[in-house]
């Protein structure tokens, strides 16, 4: 069965540069969201898409931006790096509403960001 | 505001025993439960999905039961192996905090041969 797709697996960026994560999710999933985790931590949310529409923001930096395209596939943007901002990243989707969906949340296996 | 909390932080047993991880929510109106299991530096894995209306679901080795008015779910190991050590993480889907699902902070087991 397809799974949610994330690239770039790893992407090492000098601090102030921008980088982009792209996330395909589970076709026909309405929902697409982004996590934070840094080491030992739990994944912090920072936003949601449904239907292509932003439909939630956590603690997403203004620095951050996000956005889900026709397609379907979301991309991250996060622009004047710092060093707080290595962590894994992670895209999950889910198909929330609808008789037949049951909201169950599947997750890719992540962007690693090193900032140095 | 949902939070969630998981007990304990970390579980260290030998190979073979039953064991019990405890994940704990402070507003009753969920959609949804759901265990995850993380190995390091990787991607989160579905384990079990749980529906407010339903009281437990099971895979294999795995049992996971929801009390929904206590706040309290359980996810219950059998014979454990070596090959089950990762963090377990619980996750809610709140009802009245728009779409976000709400993470606990992960059990983290260790099952030694």
């Known amino acids: 069965a397809a799974g949610v797709i994330q690239s770039p697996r790893h992407l090492i960026k000098e601090k102030r540069e921008t980088a982009t994560l792209k996330c395909y999710p589970i076709?026909?999933?309405?929902?697409v969201y982004w996590y934070q985790q840094g080491p030992g931590q739990d994944p912090q949310f920072l936003i949601s898409?449904?239907?292509?529409?932003?439909?939630d923001k956590g603690s997403i930096p203004d620095r951050f931006s996000a956005q889900q395209f026709s397609d379907y596939h979301s991309e991250l943007n996060m622009s004047s790096l710092e060093l707080g901002d290595s962590a894994l990243y992670f895209c999950?989707?889910?198909?929330?509403?609808?008789?037949?969906?049951?909201?169950?949340?599947?997750f890719g296996e992540g962007s690693r960001l090193t900032v140095l | 505001k949902q939070e969630v909390t998981q007990i304990p932080a970390a579980l260290s047993v030998p190979e073979g025993e039953n064991l019990v991880l405890n994940c704990s929510f402070t507003?009753?109106?969920?959609?949804?439960l759901q265990w995850f299991r993380q190995d390091p530096g990787k991607g989160l894995t579905s384990l079990l999905l749980?529906?407010?209306?339903?009281r437990e679901q099971t895979s294999g080795r795995l049992n996971a039961s929801l009390d929904k008015s206590s706040g309290r779910s359980t996810l219950y190991i059998a014979a454990s192996q070596p090959g089950d050590s990762a963090t377990y993480l619980c996750?809610?889907?709140?009802?009245?905090?728009?779409?976000?699902?709400?993470f606990g902070p992960g059990t983290r087991l260790s099952v030694l041969p």
């Open positions: 898409f449904y239907e292509k529409m932003q439909s």
């Open positions: 996750a809610v889907r709140p009802k009245n905090y728009g779409q976000n699902f709400v």
């Open positions: 999950a989707s889910s198909s929330l509403w609808g008789a037949a969906n049951t909201g169950e949340l599947f």
């Open positions: 749980i529906q407010s209306s339903q």
């Open positions: 076709p026909r999933h309405d929902t």
């Open positions: 507003d009753s109106a969920i959609y949804n």
